[in-house]
T-cell receptor, first 115, second 112 residues
């Protein structure tokens, strides 16, 4: 158990809908990352938050947004869903925002299926 | 840009065989290198890491050496077990940034 909790584990929704994925980082970790794992794109970095502030942005679509709350949990919002958004979404957390010796711990992921 | 290339899978071996999964990288800057493992139905777990040239990371019988001259970080294990069946990801981060850049993953199946 990595200590990173993601909910829900599975989500099935229709095209055009909006969903929210939730992540609770390990106790004491200030940094949260979101990754998307799909069959054709592999594992892609989406976005990072550190202590409530956006720190880095990757290949995140404009239809997607995220935030980190004062209690450090994070939510990833996906809207106007398309079939191609079906993927496994991972959250990871680490103590710091960067640095060579900071390890990222991953949650078990949320599997999103858009039908 | 920064990228990681892994040998294509899937890889199927018999128990107690020798394992090598190749990984090469391209980086603007001085990367730290990682191997992550994903067991069925689970998230990614850090297997080992190396943060500077010639460092050897090791864990659970797996080893990888950071080779700057060949920009490689190949994963090896002398004798694999059925329980090693998983997907293995090579990854890097650039100093000062924490986001991971992953290779495409290599699915490993070990038969008894």
């Amino acid at each position: 158990d990595s200590g990173v909790t993601q909910t829900p584990k599975h989500l099935i929704t229709a095209t055009g809908q909006r969903v929210t994925l939730r992540c609770s980082p390990r106790s004491g970790d200030l940094s949260v990352y979101w990754y998307q794992q799909s069959l054709d794109q592999g594992l892609q970095f989406l976005i990072q938050y550190y202590n409530g502030e956006e720190r880095a942005k990757g290949n995140i679509l404009e239809r997607f947004s995220a935030q980190q709350f004062p209690d450090l949990h994070s939510e990833l919002n996906l809207s106007s869903l398309e079939l191609g958004d079906s993927a496994l979404y991972f959250c990871a957390s680490s103590v710091a925002a960067g640095g060579v010796n900071t390890e990222a711990f991953f949650g078990q992921g949320t599997r999103l299926t858009v039908v | 840009g920064n990228s990681v290339t892994q040998m294509e899978g899937p890889v199927t071996l018999s128990e107690e065989a020798f394992l090598t999964i190749n990984c090469t990288y391209t980086a603007t800057g001085y990367p730290s290198l990682f191997w992550y493992v994903q067991y069925p139905g689970e998230g990614l777990q850090l297997l080992l890491k190396a943060t500077k040239a010639d460092d050897k990371g090791s864990n659970k019988g797996f080893e990888a050496t950071y080779r700057k001259e060949t920009t490689s970080f190949h994963l090896e294990k002398g004798s694999v077990q059925v329980s090693d069946s998983a997907v293995y990801f090579c990854a890097l981060t650039i100093q000062g940034a924490q986001k991971l850049v992953f290779g495409q993953g290599t699915r490993l199946t070990i038969n008894p």
